[in-house]
């Protein structure tokens, strides 16, 4: 849930170690632009899933508007630590709110899947964050079988809000991928509660792998507690959290 605050300037992002631009031919015609922030040495694929509308206005020539997304703006983080990451924006700007627990989305995130697929051997991952994490478990509950090799939901939206779904309405039961849930104590996005973390990991009943992790902190740069620079978005603990979630890939990678 991710809104793009102003008037704050934008903050440096952290770049990855080489950074190309796709354009993804959609099943039904449509292109869809990506970001590849690849490492030297790969352990593995991230698709990143980011909040709010989606729309983190990449253009051709890399540069992006809307950089402050928590999985937008750590992408140099993650290739740090051997993994690659990849970023979808939306289609001419579309809003996703309300539509990444459809099929059609779904669909969209599996077209994502097959293109990380031929880029290498690498396992490949789903990371959603707040809004995003919808998408992600859509995503992940109409996977082919062994098309992915786990789920990151961060700061997951689980209270219905605006846009009139959670990740409870997103088929969270079917996912039989193992699945890491974190959540933020310091979070204060009424509807991404921390304390839902244990209802989010108790509804994956299909999947034999569920953990969540727990962490604490952040700094405040918006008013918004739904911010990506807030503890929602882990703004001022990137480290910390990223550190931790890559213990977790390592162990499935």
Not at 66 to 95: E, K, M, Q
Request: hydrophobic share 40%; glycine share 8%.
């Amino acid at each position: 849930m991710f809104a793009h605050d102003r008037p704050h300037p934008a903050i440096p992002p952290d770049r990855g170690e080489n950074e190309r631009i796709f354009n993804l031919p959609l099943n039904d015609g449509e292109q869809l632009r990506l970001l590849f922030s690849t490492p030297a040495n790969c352990r593995g694929i991230i698709i990143m899933l980011p909040g709010g509308t989606g729309d983190i206005g990449l253009e051709q020539t890399g540069r992006i508007h809307h950089g402050d997304n928590f999985v937008v703006r750590t992408r140099g983080l993650w290739n740090s630590h051997g993994y690659a990451v990849l970023i979808p924006d939306t289609i001419d700007h579309a809003n996703l709110r309300g539509h990444r627990n459809s099929p059609t989305y779904a669909r969209v995130v599996e077209d994502i899947v097959t293109f990380a697929h031929r880029q290498g051997p690498e396992p490949v991952f789903l990371l959603g964050t707040s809004q995003g994490s919808i998408a992600a478990v859509n995503a992940a509950a109409h996977a082919a079988a062994n098309s992915i090799a786990g789920v990151i939901l961060t700061e997951s939206v689980s209270v219905m809000g605006g846009s009139r779904e959670t990740i409870f309405t997103a088929a969270p039961q079917r996912i039989r991928t193992p699945v890491l849930v974190v959540a933020n104590r310091a979070d204060r996005c009424d509807v991404a509660p921390p304390q839902a973390a244990q209802r989010i990991a108790a509804s994956m009943t299909a999947s034999r792998d569920v953990h969540v992790l727990m962490v604490a902190g952040g700094n405040t740069r918006s008013k918004k507690n739904c911010s990506s620079l807030s503890p929602h978005g882990y703004f001022g603990i990137e480290d910390q959290v990223i550190d931790a979630i890559s213990q977790w890939l390592d162990a499935h990678a």
